[in-house]
């Protein structure tokens, strides 16, 4: 039944872990059997992609994973999976997703952008550390990854690795070079916090938390959609990472009307700044 009602959320103890460390891992979000569906969406969907040639679909990872890993490394990865599978779009709107990262960010819970990620067995690539703020800056900080698990990862599957209570400092100086990265010597990845998960868990985190993740060197792949929402009240700094189906409300309502009344629905805020 179709509701306004909050019926899934943190629990206390969740949303205190959360405003202490800046992340928190929810368990058993989804039934193993759905994220077996996600799981294989996700995978025809690479293989669809993969079909016509889209060069983009395989790739090395971040050249800056070199500094990570000497090994072979190769991800999988696609960006707006809501406009090629029905399931992932529903999965972006299930209340078990949007009600809990409403504890975090507030009410009204608009999507930024998604992208899923395959680290394929034995080579899956590795992220150096890095706050995701470099990336899209927006003036509230409300920016959220909630991270979908279709299928476990552990941490020799190359899980996500944190910095417990590193969003409270702002942003730190990056390296912009193969990738928004901080130095690899001075945060290494095997020296964060690892957040191993089980099918249908969802970590979430803010995009000030520094996190990466390390090579999969098991012989399964790891399969994640990485979902970025925010606050629609707070606003971009900059034209950065202007996705497909950005602005999308997936929970409660944009009290600003952004988007306006016309066919175009284009943000009035981005383009005021695009006329600046």
């Not at 395959?118 to 900080?141: L, T, V």
Request: charged share 20%; net charge negative.
């Amino acid at each position: 039944m179709i509701t306004s009602e909050k019926a899934h959320g943190l629990t206390g103890e969740e949303i205190a872990f959360y405003d202490q460390n800046g992340y928190v891992l929810a368990k058993g979000v989804f039934t193993r059997e759905e994220a077996a569906l996600f799981r294989e969406e996700t995978h025809a969907l690479a293989h669809r992609l993969m079909s016509v040639s889209d060069p983009s679909v395989r790739s090395e990872g971040w050249t800056s994973g070199a500094k990570v890993t000497d090994l072979r490394r190769e991800l999988v990865h696609c960006h707006n999976v809501q406009f090629h599978s029905a399931a992932l779009a529903r999965l972006i709107i299930d209340p078990r997703l949007t009600d809990r990262a409403a504890d975090i960010i507030g009410p009204n819970v608009q999507l930024h952008h998604t992208k899923m990620f395959i680290k394929p067995p034995e080579r899956g690539a590795p992220f150096p550390m890095h706050q995701d703020y470099s990336y899209f800056p927006h003036e509230n900080h409300t920016m959220i990854a909630a991270t979908i698990h279709f299928d476990d990862a552990p941490i020799e599957k190359g899980c996500i690795r944190v910095v417990p209570g590193s969003f409270k400092n702002g942003l730190y100086d990056h390296i912009h070079e193969g990738g928004s990265h901080l130095p690899t010597e001075q945060y290494p990845v095997e020296e964060a916090t690892p957040c191993p998960a089980e099918t249908g868990d969802v970590l979430f985190f803010s995009y000030l938390t520094i996190h990466g993740s390390g090579l999969n060197i098991t012989d399964q792949p790891r399969t994640t959609l990485l979902v970025q929402m925010r606050d629609p009240s707070d606003r971009p700094m900059g034209l950065q990472h202007l996705s497909r189906g950005q602005g999308v409300m997936l929970r409660g309502i944009d009290p600003e009307a952004d988007a306006g009344s016309h066919v175009a629905s284009k943000s009035r805020y981005l383009s005021q700044l695009s006329e600046e």
